[in-house]
Nanobody, 114 residues
Framework: QVQLVESGGGLVQPGGSLRLSCAVSGIIFRIYSMGWYRQAPGKQRELVATITSGGIPNVADSVKGRFTISRDNAKNTVYLQMNSLKPEDTAVYYC????????WGQGTQVTVSS
């Protein structure tokens, strides 16, 4: 059973930063790519960033230069560092292992507002 537990969300002012964490269990974490996704109210869930098992990151154009994805295989954890946050980044953020598409965590709410 794949389990994913996201944390680190909250309320932040525009221009602020947050670091999200996703603790993963039930899989051999180090051999799988991981991804961060988000879903804003009334919108479809979208891919934000991915990182390969070898640590190669890729981020969506909408967050390029502001968000960084990383992983710690010793801790079975994937991170999303979010800087220069904008109101349009407000969403519930989820992590997922793409090879296990049916498994999602509960998500963590990020609200960017003054």
């Amino acid at each position: 059973q794949v389990q994913l537990v996201e944390s680190g969300g909250g309320l932040v002012q525009p221009g602020g930063s947050l670091r999200l964490s996703c603790a993963v269990s039930g899989i051999i974490f180090r051999i799988y790519s991981m991804g961060w996704y988000r879903q804003a109210p009334g919108k479809q869930r979208e891919l934000v960033a991915t990182i390969t098992s070898g640590g190669i990151p890729n981020v969506a154009d909408s967050v390029k230069g502001r968000f960084t994805i990383s992983r710690d295989n010793a801790k079975n954890t994937v991170y999303l560092q979010m800087n220069s946050l904008k109101p349009e980044d407000t969403a519930v953020y989820y992590c997922r292992a793409p090879m296990f598409p049916n498994y999602w965590g509960q998500g963590t709410q990020v609200t960017v507002s003054s």
